[in-house]
C-alpha cells in the first residue's frame, strides 16, 4: 500500500509533456537531491498544468492504464518522518 494517497511525479529525463492520470497531484522535479521543493498542483477542470518550479507540463489522460506515461515519471516518496 502507498504512504501516500496523493501520486507523485518527477521529470529525470527532462521532457516537456508527461500524460498523467490524476488532477491532483505533487511535482518533485527531478529525484532528490537534484528535486525542486515538492509542491501540489490541482487541475481543477483543466486539462494541463504547468510546473511553475520546473516548466513541465502535465497532461491529465483519463485513458491510462498507469500512472504516467513515461512510466518511469512516477515518484516513490519516502516514508513521512514522524
Same mark, same amino acid.
Given at each position: 500500500m502507498a504512504a501516500h494517497a496523493i501520486p507523485y511525479f518527477k521529470n529525470d529525463a527532462g521532457i516537456a509533456r508527461i500524460r498523467i492520470?490524476?488532477? $491532483?497531484?505533487?511535482?518533485?522535479?527531478?529525484?532528490?537531491?537534484?528535486?525542486?521543493?515538492?509542491?501540489?498542483?490541482?487541475?481543477?477542470?483543466?486539462? $494541463?498544468?504547468?510546473?511553475p518550479y520546473c516548466s513541465t507540463v502535465f497532461v491529465y489522460d483519463a485513458t491510462l492504464k498507469a500512472a504516467a506515461e513515461p512510466a518511469d515519471c512516477v515518484f516513490e516518496p519516502g516514508p513521512i518522518a514522524a
Open positions: 492520470h490524476a488532477r $491532483e497531484f505533487m511535482c518533485v522535479g527531478a529525484s532528490p537531491p537534484l528535486d525542486h521543493p515538492h509542491i501540489f498542483i490541482d487541475m481543477g477542470s483543466d486539462a $494541463e498544468a504547468i510546473c
